[in-house]
């Protein structure tokens, strides 16, 4: 059984190991090995999760949706992350050098 860490508020804090077990537990796997087959990633990437040395980012959230069929706000919410929107930013380098022009 899993102990909750709340904040002062009741919230939970933030912890992506409640959400990484909560994965092998729901898909019967055996461990954090299985688990990085599972979502099709190398083990180093779930141990520096662990670890705190590497955020999950939305393509390993949404493949952690595809796999457990948990929805996204749901998988956030396991992990105790609360904000409520993500932003993304953007570089000048991602934007096109050419204007679009509606047709």
């Known amino acids: 059984m899993t102990t909750l860490n709340l904040n002062n508020d009741g919230l939970l804090n933030y912890d992506p190991n409640r959400l990484l077990d909560h994965l092998i537990e729901r898909l ?10 599972v979502l099709e990633v190398a083990p180093p990437v779930i141990s520096k999760i662990r670890h705190f040395r590497l955020a999950i980012g939305a393509s390993l959230l949404i493949r952690m949706h595809e796999v457990s069929d948990i929805t996204i706000g749901d998988l956030r919410m396991l992990m105790g992350d609360r904000r409520g929107k993500f932003r993304v930013a953007f570089s ?12």
Do not use: I, T
């Open 28 to 37: 019967n796997l055996k461990n954090d090995a299985a688990l990085a087959r």
């Open 92 to 103: 000048q380098n991602d934007v096109p050098a050419q204007h679009l022009h509606a047709a």
